[in-house]
């Protein structure tokens, strides 16, 4: 098994890569045989993922194993003014709000498609998502699921920063520092 990652630019971003993103959105995320199921993927791609993408610092990465589309990851600058920040703001201690919130390289998902996990997709995907970034700092928050989440980002310079921020969500920081080429 053969799996290759790349960066694609906004430009790239057309129907046949957007409609790969919302299969692996929907097998990881949803039931296909669900029309809500369904119409979810159908919105993250047509309107969540372009939004994002005309964000400063818009990077996402795509895995193709044997020649079908396994995962993909993606981010962009956060700042204060958008949702999220905004959010994290008013939700995490101030000192922590102080030092990481604000330009930071906001990692919104990695998500591989469920029978493609286990082979190191998500960590290839990570190591290309991140690699090179010119922000100082990166954030992102999730529930470690089943354990492969908390592992993935613990084993690559990840730290917690609030253990709970949104529901069973915990908020993780990475030093980019001197990361950048
Ligand atoms: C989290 C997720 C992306 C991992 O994808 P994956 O391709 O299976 O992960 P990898 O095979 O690259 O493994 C990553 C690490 O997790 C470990 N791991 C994989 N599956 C695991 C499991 N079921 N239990 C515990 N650890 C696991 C691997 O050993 C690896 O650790 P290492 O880097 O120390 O060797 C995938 O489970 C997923 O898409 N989950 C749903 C979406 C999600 O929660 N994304 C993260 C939110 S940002």
Redesign the pocket.
Known sequence: MTTTVIALTRKQLDATVLDSLATVYLA??GDASLPESRLDAENFASSTVPRHARRDGFRLVVATTDGEVS?Y?YGFTGKRGQFWSDWLAGAAPADIVETWVGDHFE????????G???????????DVLVEGLPQERAL????P?????????G??GWQVLVPEIDGSKALYGLHLDGRAV
Do not use: S
């Open positions: 990881a995320y995962g990851g990692l919104v998902d990695i998500v591989v498609d469920p493609h996990r286990g082979r190191g997709v998500a960590g290839k995907l990570h992102l928050a999730t529930a699921d089943d354990g492969a989440a908390a592992r993935l980002y084993g690559r």
